[in-house]
């Protein structure tokens, strides 16, 4: 199979989609005419048109609020913001509108809308530029979470997110948009909530997703080669949640490492421990491990970047102590 | 479209007047929860702007929005459920008041924070430009929610696109407790919503003609691709804000009482003549058999809270 | 000691802090003349002037932005927020800004900003008018978050957050309000970080704050009188967290509840069990249990309103769960 | 304050122009992490501006804010370690190019969100009102950044409130790769400033002399209780958006190149004569030099990376 980056593999879930569904078209900042600041809409605008794929103002509230519109009127809008942190300045119209529309219109609406996004650190962009998010769009119900590793999962779940006649956020990590990978040609899709053991494993399991699949996926080996057995998950998408993939995991190894890039106090980490001792806890043989950003804004400087991100060495040891082993 | 006729209008506005009392009768006994957002005083607004629109057009409305729902062909008995927090209710009890949706009538959904509805008509207008299927959007807010950031994006992109939409601004003079003059660098309105690049007419939003004529007006030019419209409604809430306030504290009431004799459904019986008691009596009849309806109906099923957060 | 309601103590911590230091001055809507939606502000206006009790437009990101300049310019803004909901439409300014100033400026920035807010469910506000949505402010570093339940720590616990030179957020619960209670008069300060073990006991450790703190009593009083020992913490503030006071509990009591009325997912509940299990693992005698608001969006009607909220029959079948004993 | 010379200007923009074309080759060599968002063919609007303020003048200002910094008096060593990540940085290494902050020169934030710097001096203007020290704010954003809801709610409230802030758009014709006509209803901005109600002038951004003369008449405005006011000054972005950008695929190169011979380093370096070479050469040096001093820095302790969210 030829291999292609991350990009060209969002590209092809879109250029599919749109071609594939009329109702489907693209809102959002430099993605017509510019190609899209990480070339994910590349070429659309010449396939598709203006009227489809369409450039925006500086106004992400206003633009979702037009996609959740949209979609209302029988659209599926996929829309397009650069950055998550960005987000926050349409907060009210993703969490109090998009994501509440469908339940307090008693079902009566649909709001098929695909928010696509970019987010994560380790590349010097600072406080404003670095974050992941997800948690806050885990906590307020209404909105699927989506965090691809790979270039076909992403082609795969991007596809199957435009298709779900839900809110769905779609998260690309700037260290993965580069990344290049096998990707199946044509229709591809990956449902929405299904894990993926990438690594079976019997001595811990590591549950992880987006970028710190790849940072696992090093350490993982390495600790292979030491003996040790780690199942490696990749969840895929947070919302909905894989809970078989990860209790029959969990059940197997009786031991547990989160992994994730994203601040720890109410995050995703905390989540899925709290959730595993709940239902599992006499599975437990110790006690579950959380490996993710320390809870401060992200620094800029190389140095204290990577003192406050996962690193492969941290999760090294943080696997090491869920196991009991000296470190 | 021809305008309706002066009967058609006070029985649209008695209607609204009528559903508003016996509201406020449900809130004060207790049967009605949460806050109730009243809009006596104002009912030429929705009656006036609503005639111009075809039941395909879209419409998102306010916490005050109950007027335009049923001005836009909402049934009253689903709306009322719904306020009642009924099983039978537009959105089977888990929107309420503040959160009614009808996509069969193109209702877009009313909604509790201020501006935030502004926003998805103009999308619901954008799909409308794509598919040239003529249909046009009304989203109406107030003097005070043209301060919020979103609305003021939503008008930008609305004159960008050149987008079928009607921006309705129902100047009540007040915002809660604050009056323009205290919230606005400019009160002229106007002013404002030109500087996007659409045309912006104000009118006397307590005569439904007046704002039928404009709001129609407003509708062709969307429809025939002119993009939209800003219409500033000059109209007062003779009520509080919502149930608990009196509506005196921050205002004379030489003011309110001035505004009363003024109101809309007076001026208008007032040019129809002895008929118009008939229609404000039918509206009444009307509205309490629906009241006593919605309150036969059954409550939502409390397994249903647990449902329906993902299609 | 006389008796004053939870919003009569909030507005003698304003008026104390007020007159105290001439740097503190309020901002928000409707809060000057009118006297706050909630009477909170009442009578300020007249007794500090238009200058210094300030009403706004319908511009949460605006005055919030103000705010933030404001106490970069020397001054202690306290920004009302009508409901806890409309911190979506200002989040950037929140979380992006007000949060990460100190921090991103190396320390030479100060923050010394309080954003008063109310929120809570139980009363027919649907919606977008009954969220409790801490958690996003604790997931994202930079914000202190005070949640008071009862008319005294409301005073105590907002002098100490005006003084406090950080960003604080001070949630009042709608149904508090009107509680009354026994409120020392003139200064009276209650530190932010330290829990109040209402109740101490010894079967079970209840962890708990704001408005379900008073759902909780009358549970755990009913349960003394089946011999059920309860130890009821109020945490009183969620950053910082009164980390001893609650690892001193779940010490003694090997089992523990986590009550709150917010949604679950990334939520306080699962962040508290997360931390309990990983520094107290040994401790647990059974699974930490949540008793939570449901993760749904919270529904208009009566009926549906209280089957997605915590009620004190759902926390006591919850404690008895915990404790393994027959429901 | 008299207007500053000729020179003092040049000597300005020079050391910006210095610094961008140093801060280039450190990105291209990777030394220097993150994008860099360069103001070539911008530098007489900070210079002009900043001119005008007295230290004790609050401002706030963007990702391609460092000319707005320097001008405005703050250390360029510190500016530089800031950039390089360096413990000797304004904010020891941990806010980076978009997060300059140094109160001590009323500097109260670049940001790297567009626009949402505005309200924060907004606010600090009204702090100067509330303690009548006669200071002033200005704030810096673009073309672009006038889309934002939050500038549109602050410059509202500024106007409402009447306080002595400076709005400076510049109006460089592009939003990263989007120009006025693809983003704004109507482009003419004065129009839409104004109808807040507060003055809205237009100057040519790219003459420090006319800058200034507009920014001090705001100044003494604002010192005088006369409110805020709107300044667009048109300029040109002479290189990309950011260092990934090569700027030439949404412009064409007549564009460009008529905008680089029009640069202002250019118009003032002619009116200057031949000094003008040697301002260009020593601030070429002082920047050089600052560089050198920069990396020779030490790295911030990594222990530090945790310490620090609360004070
Ligand atoms: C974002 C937001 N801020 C504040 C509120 C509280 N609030 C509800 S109605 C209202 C006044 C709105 O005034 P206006 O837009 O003039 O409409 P009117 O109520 O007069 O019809 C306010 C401030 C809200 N619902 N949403
Ligand atoms: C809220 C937000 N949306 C989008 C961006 C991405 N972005 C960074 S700069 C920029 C263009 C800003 O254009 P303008 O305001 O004209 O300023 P200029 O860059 O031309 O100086 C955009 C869209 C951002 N940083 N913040
Ligand atoms: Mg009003
Ligand atoms: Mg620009």
């Known amino acids: 199979m030829r291999e292609i980056t991350f990009a060209q593999a969002c590209n092809e879930a879109l250029r599919h989609e749109l071609q594939r569904d009329s109702s489907v078209f693209m809102i959002g900042e430099d993605i017509a005419h510019y190609g899209g600041m990480f070339r994910v809409t590349d070429g659309l605008m010449a396939e598709f048109g203006e009227d489809r794929i369409i450039d925006t103002p500086i106004s992400e509230s206003g633009f979702l609020g037009m996609a959740l519109g949209a979609a209302l009127a029988g659209k599926r809008p996929v829309a397009e913001l650069m950055f998550i942190d960005f987000s926050l300045v349409a907060m009210d119209q993703i969490l109090n509108n998009i994501a509440k529309t469908h339940y307090m219109s008693g079902g009566a609406a649909k709001v098929p809308l695909t928010i696509v996004t970019q987010g994560g650190g380790y590349k010097g962009a600072a406080a404003q530029h670095s974050q992941m998010l997800e948690a806050l769009f885990l906590h307020v119900p209404g909105i699927k979470v989506v965090t691809p590793s790979t270039p076909a999962d992403a082609k795969g779940l991007l596809s199957a997110s435009i298709r779900d006649d839900n809110p769905v956020l779609f998260i690309e990590h700037k260290q993965l948009l580069n990344l290049k990978g096998h990707v199946p040609e044509g229709e591809h899709l990956v449902p929405l909530g299904s894990a993926h053991v990438i690594q079976p494993g019997t001595d811990v399991t590591v549950l992880t997703y987006s970028y710190t699949v790849q940072l696992c996926r090093n350490v993982v080996q390495e600790l292979s080669s030491f003996g040790v057995s780690v199942e490696l998950v990749d969840l895929r998408s947070l919302n909905p949640l894989d809970w078989d993939t990860i209790s029959q995991s969990v059940t197997k190894t009786h031991r547990v490492l989160i992994v994730h890039e994203s601040h720890k106090r109410c995050g995703v980490g905390v989540d899925l421990a709290a959730q595993i001792q709940e239902q599992l806890f006499d599975e437990l043989d110790a006690p579950i491990g959380i490996c993710s950003a320390a809870d401060v804004p992200i620094p800029f400087a190389a140095g204290l970047e990577s003192e406050v991100l996962p690193t492969e060495s941290r999760i090294r040891k943080a696997i090491l102590e869920v196991m009991g082993r000296e470190v | ?311």
């Open chain 2, 1 to 311: 479209m021809e305008s309706p006729s002066a009967e058609s209008f006070l029985r649209q506005m008695a209607t609204l007047q009528a559903l508003e009392r016996e509201l406020t009768t449900l809130s004060q006994s207790g049967r009605l929860r949460g806050s109730l957002h009243l809009a006596q005083g104002q009912e030429a607004v929705p009656a006036g702007a609503c005639a111009a629109l075809q039941p395909s057009d879209y419409l998102t409305a306010t916490y005050r929005g109950h007027g335009y729902v049923l001005a836009k062909g909402c049934s009253l008995d689903g709306v009322l459920a719904e306020i009642l927090g009924k099983a039978t209710g537009l959105a089977c009890g888990k929107g309420g008041k503040m959160h009614l949706f009808d996509l069969s009538h193109g209702l877009l959904g009313t909604n509790g924070i201020v501006g935030a509805g502004v926003g998805s008509v103009v999308g619901a207008a954008l799909t409308a430009k794509m598919d040239r299927n003529g249909r046009v959007g009304l989203t109406v807010f107030g003097d005070g929610a043209i301060n919020q950031g979103h609305v003021h994006e939503a008008m930008n992109m609305a004159a960008l696109y050149q987008l079928p939409v009607i921006f309705l601004c129902e100047n009540n003079l007040y915002a809660e407790m604050t009056p323009l003059h205290r919230s606005h660098g400019n009160v002229n309105l106007l002013e404002r919503a030109s500087s996007y690049g659409m045309d912006a007419i104000q009118v006397d939003g307590n005569d439904p003609f007046k704002v039928y004529e404009v709001v129609k007006k407003a509708v062709d030019l969307g429809r025939s691709g002119g993009g939209p419209t800003f219409i500033e409604a000059l109209t007062y809430r003779t009520v509080g804000h919502y149930q608990a306030d009196a509506g005196t504290s921050y205002r004379t009431l030489e003011e309110i009482e001035e505004w009363r004799q003024n109101s809309p459904i007076k001026r208008l019986s007032a040019r129809i003549g002895p008929d118009a008691e008939k229609i404000i009596d039918e509206a009444d009849e009307l509205v309490h058999e629906a009241v006593e309806r919605a309150l036969g109906s059954p409550d939502p099923d409390p397994a249903t809270a647990l449902q329906g957060v993902f299609a």
